[in-house]
């Protein structure tokens, strides 16, 4: 009895302890985030809040010997999120541990219980990457949270943004400011927003501060006569990269294309019979992800969690995922339980994660 106990105190915070390398090592994305230097821990407070920017200093024309004004700028706000959590428990009974005693079952048994809570909470948390925290107050904020869509219509390329992140509306010009309207009514990407975004230009920043771009991939605006995905996907992931580098400058250029499987099928037999050779993406491969491809520089990927028929544009230097504690997992036990009259084990997850949603997309059918 005294050896087992002493095997398992011994094993478990050594197993545990690699429990997050284990998950990163297993998903592109996480481990793009670990690689990237996108992981923060030791956070703490009672609630999670940072500041970005949203405008820019005015600047005004001067000639010799004006009279100068000065004033100060507000150039910041503020979002906020609270923690979220996640656990994954089991237990061994002390009959169970008398009924096995002496043999080595009793430490086969222990090899499942960590291998199985490690692997679910995997599995869960790469999940709720992809998730809306506003629907619950306790998991975490995944990339729909911000991904709120409002009108589009058949022939438009973007959905509105319509949703809401950190206490902010993700609206265009939800903090004023104002956008092109020169390619005219027509022509403009999306008919209800009736300016020239996500083209155009704006001196006026905070148009757009807090908003993604919804890239509607079923659109009868992309040139090729058809609404299929196959046959625009190209266009759709060039227009995408455009969108997200013109409006946010180099910084702004998406890491990744997470796609559901449908979408990356399509998207492989189309380069195959246009190319007949795929390019890797060199980093991914280096990486251990020898099925990454590559365009213009950025990841593509499919994702088991991404929902069909969809897939997310991120940038992975405008996201943190924040932990409260110095590993990505905490780990708790084995602890015996008087009451239970066995050892509880538990592995777990407080923090939740940062975004700058201008600097992401989604793409999908929204008409």
Avoid at 95 to 110: M, T
């Amino acid at each position: 009895m005294s050896e087992w106990i002493g095997a398992v105190n011994v094993t478990a915070p050594k197993y545990l302890k690699g429990a997050s390398d284990n998950t990163i090592r297993g998903r592109f994305f996480l481990k793009m985030l670990e690689q990237k230097g996108r992981f923060e821990f030791n956070q703490n407070s009672f609630i999670c809040n940072w500041d970005v920017e949203f405008a820019h200093a005015p600047v005004e024309s001067y000639g010799d010997a004006g009279l100068i004004t000065f004033n100060r700028n507000d150039l910041y706000r503020q979002l906020n999120i609270d923690w979220r959590g996640y656990i994954a428990t089991d237990m061994m009974y002390m009959k169970e541990s008398l009924i096995n005693q002496g043999d080595v079952a009793i430490v086969d048994r222990y090899g499942r219980i960590v291998p199985n809570l490690t692997k679910g909470i995997t599995n869960r948390f790469g999940q709720e990457l992809f998730t809306d925290g506003s629907l619950s107050t306790t998991r975490i904020h995944g990339l729909e949270t911000f991904m709120g869509a409002g009108a589009c219509g058949a022939a438009d390329r973007v959905a509105v943004p319509a949703g809401a992140y950190g206490g902010r509306s993700t609206a265009l010009a939800a903090e004023g400011g104002s956008w092109s309207t020169t390619l005219g009514v027509g022509n403009f990407p999306n008919a209800t927003i009736a300016t020239d975004w996500p083209d155009g230009n704006s001196s006026t920043p905070e148009y757009d501060f807090m908003s993604p771009k919804l890239v509607n991939i079923t659109s009868t605006g992309w040139g090729t006569g058809s609404t299929k995905w196959e046959d625009n996907c190209e266009r759709v992931l060039n227009q995408t990269t455009i969108w997200l580098t013109r409006t946010t400058g180099v910084e702004g250029r998406p890491t990744m294309y997470l796609m559901s499987g449908d979408l990356f099928y399509g998207y492989r037999n189309k380069v195959q019979a246009l190319r007949r050779v795929i390019v890797p993406h060199r980093e991914a491969e280096d990486l251990g992800f020898p099925d990454v491809l590559n365009v213009d520089g950025v990841a593509i990927q499919t994702d088991f969690d991404v929902p069909s028929g969809s897939f997310y544009g991120i940038n992975v230097y405008q996201m943190q995922v924040a932990s409260m504690n110095p590993e990505l997992f905490f780990t708790k036990g084995p602890d015996y339980s008087p009451k239970d009259l066995g050892w509880l084990f538990l592995v777990g997850f407080f923090g939740n994660c940062r975004y700058s949603p201008k600097y992401f997309a989604k793409g999908k059918a929204y008409a």
